[in-house]
């Protein structure tokens, strides 16, 4: 057997609506919303009592989903640092291509996210960034060149 697809990636937020714009504001769309409780999301995280809101986000070329997700029962624990570098060992980034690299750290700025380092340009490929969004997550942002 095999891997059929990658279904999608699912993050854990303190504050659900702003991980949400800051998704649609880079380019998202929010494909659905729901809240999940009972035996099967408790049987399924080895957690009692599991309570969560999700937003399901869906990339322009429907390939590629990320859920976002807030535990509203039981709470969400922090995993150490409020702002883990980018070598923390787990779950690193989640990259996407851009078309206008620039534009979309000016709009996510809005939404408060940070630069890590800066934009750089790998060869005549690609210019690149790390930037850290709601939650701490960390968001690669890639345009191609050329």
Known sequence: MTVLRMDNVAVVVDDLAAATAFFIELGLELEGEAQVEGAVPDRMTGLDGVRSAIAMMRTPDGHSRLEL??????????GGADAPA??????????????DIDDTVARLRRHGAELLGEIVQYEDAYRLCDLRGPSGIIVALAQRLG
Do not use: C, I
């Not at 997700?69 to 922090?78: H, Q, R, W």
């Not at 980018?86 to 078309?99: Q, Y």
């Open 86 to 99: 980018p070598n923390t060992l787990g779950l690193h980034r989640v990259m996407f291509a851009v078309d």
């Open 69 to 78: 997700t807030k535990f509203l029962a039981p709470a969400a624990v922090g």
